[in-house]
Structure formats: structure tokens, C-alpha cells
């Protein structure tokens, strides 16, 4: 094929159409096959398979959204001790078989670690315990009740 010496456009000024036809002919989307990625499993899928071979599939792992998150709440055992004592101070405390109910899913705690100490005998209700809360609840004459039988390490 010859090489043109000048653009074809340059040489067809004055025209109305420059060369492309009737009026519309070299204008909008059509001349191009649809707009943006339209046709890519159609009219160019030769142009995907030869550019952009990843074009279409899933690929990697997408994390769930902060949504979706469980929000955990968590009671140290030094904050544990302060509530037992403002409920014997209030006289709310409940006994059972001498040692003091603490019911911390009714109050929005879902986790119990094991930093400081506890004085009192306690029967603690909550979802989650550390190894080391529960082993200083059990010596101080406590038991921990989970409300889920599987417990975190």
C-alpha cells in the first residue's frame, strides 16, 4: 500500500465530509462499535483476547465490609472488680451459692481478658474469656459461665 504524503484529512479541507461518507458517517459511537466497553463479549472479543486477557472473571478475595464485623466489648478483670463492688455497695448483688451473679451480656460486654486482679467470688455470664481470666476467676473461687460453649484462646 502507498504511503500517504499527506493526511487525508489536510487534503480533503473544503469538504464537506472530508472523505467519510455521507453526513453522520465518522461521527459518534458507531464508527467506533459502541461506547466504552460495549461489545467486549460480542464484536471485540478478538480485540479482549489479544490486549486484555483479564478482562472478564473474578479474580482475588474481597473482604467482607466493616458491617459485617462483630463489635466486641471487653471487660478487664480490674473493671470487673469495680462493678462487683458498686453492685455489693448498691446492694444489688445477687448470691448464688456464695458467690456473686455478674450477668455481662445484659450489660453489652461480650469479652472478658485477663488484665488485673479479682477480689471476690464471682459466677461471671458472658460469651468470651481469656485462658488467664478464667484461670484468676476460678482461683479467686469464681466460675465463668459461657454463653457460648466454645471458648478463645
Known amino acids: 500500500m502507498v504511503v500517504r504524503k499527506e493526511k487525508k484529512s489536510r ?4 469538504y464537506r465530509n472530508r472523505g467519510w ?3 453522520g ?5 458507531g464508527s467506533r462499535g459502541g461506547r466504552g466497553a460495549s461489545g467486549m ?7 479482549v483476547i489479544k490486549y486484555f486477557r483479564d478482562w472478564f472473571g473474578k479474580k482475588g ?30 446492694s444489688q448483688a445477687v448470691y448464688e451459692g456464695g458467690k456473686i451473679v455478674v450477668n455481662l451480656s445484659e450489660v453489652g460486654i461480650t469479652k472478658v481478658v485477663g488484665d488485673g486482679e479479682i477480689k471476690h467470688p464471682v459466677k461471671v455470664i458472658v460469651y468470651k474469656t481469656t485462658k488467664s481470666a478464667k484461670n484468676k476467676i476460678e482461683a479467686a473461687g469464681g466460675i465463668v459461665v459461657p454463653l457460648y460453649s466454645k471458648q478463645t484462646e
Open 61 to 90: 478475595f474481597t473482604p467482607r465490609g466493616s458491617k459485617h464485623w462483630e463489635e466486641m466489648k471487653i471487660m478487664d478483670l480490674r473493671q470487673l472488680n469495680e462493678f462487683v463492688e458498686k453492685l455489693i455497695q448498691s
Open 25 to 29: 458517517q465518522h461521527r459518534k459511537s
Open 41 to 47: 463479549h460480542k464484536h471485540k472479543w478478538s480485540w
Open 11 to 14: 487534503k480533503m479541507h473544503g
Open 21 to 23: 461518507g455521507s453526513i
